[in-house]
């Protein structure tokens, strides 16, 4: 009985080893590249990495944030926005010619309004976007088959910024993909979403 436990807690780091490290990976490349970028003069000034979960899915992605120059004053708090570029790598159950898991990648683009109950310098906010994804190759699991390759992802999030002026940033975010009954079948993927984000600036 022991021996089993110690096999099951070994098979759980080794799952979580391989993200963790390909997401600390991901986080490095992308400071880097956002340098690159500030010196050419094109500055995405956020990066993020995110862990999604669904029912026989999890995703990782990670992905640069610009934010927009203009802001509002609504609802008793502060309007704002940005846009947001993501890479995804989908690990799906089950997939086309019997194995045991299918591997997707996708990539978006999203504009996002958000909104801080607080004014411009609060720590809490709330948002939501609606962008268009592509994905390769077209996603199919054990359960569900997607019949696009382009697709829209909608979410809701609520998150908090940290730190010394507010670099850090978590939050936690409900996401839908589909194509909108484009052409079916259209069941659509909805997961739960873990994200950190770093201001380069």
Do not use: C
């Not at 004014?119 to 939501?128: L, S």
């Not at 697709?151 to 975010?173: C, K, P, T, V």
């Amino acid at each position: 009985m022991y021996a089993s436990f110690t096999t099951g807690r070994r098979r759980i780091r080794a799952r979580l080893a391989r993200p963790l490290a390909a997401s600390a990976l991901m986080l490095v490349s992308l400071g880097f590249a956002s340098a690159e970028s500030r010196a050419a003069g094109w500055e995405p000034e956020i990066g993020f990495l995110q862990q999604g979960w669904a029912d026989g899915v999890r995703a990782t992605t990670a992905g640069v944030i610009w934010p927009w120059s203009r802001h509002w004053a609504w609802g008793g708090g502060h309007l704002s926005g940005y846009w947001e570029a993501a890479l995804s790598r989908w690990s799906a159950d089950g997939g086309d010619q019997g194995r045991d898991r299918s591997w997707i990648t996708q990539v978006g683009v999203t504009p996002v309004f958000r909104w801080r109950p607080g004014g411009q310098d609060g720590a809490w906010f709330v948002e939501g976007g609606i962008g268009l994804t592509l994905m390769t190759p077209i996603y199919r699991n054990g359960n569900k088959r997607f019949s696009t390759a382009f697709n829209f992802g909608d979410h809701l999030a609520i998150g908090r910024n940290l730190g010394q002026q507010g670099r850090h940033e978590l939050s936690l975010r409900v996401q839908h993909f589909s194509n909108a009954g484009i052409r079916h079948p259209n069941p659509g993927e909805d997961f739960v979403q873990l994200r950190y984000a770093l201001s380069f600036r």
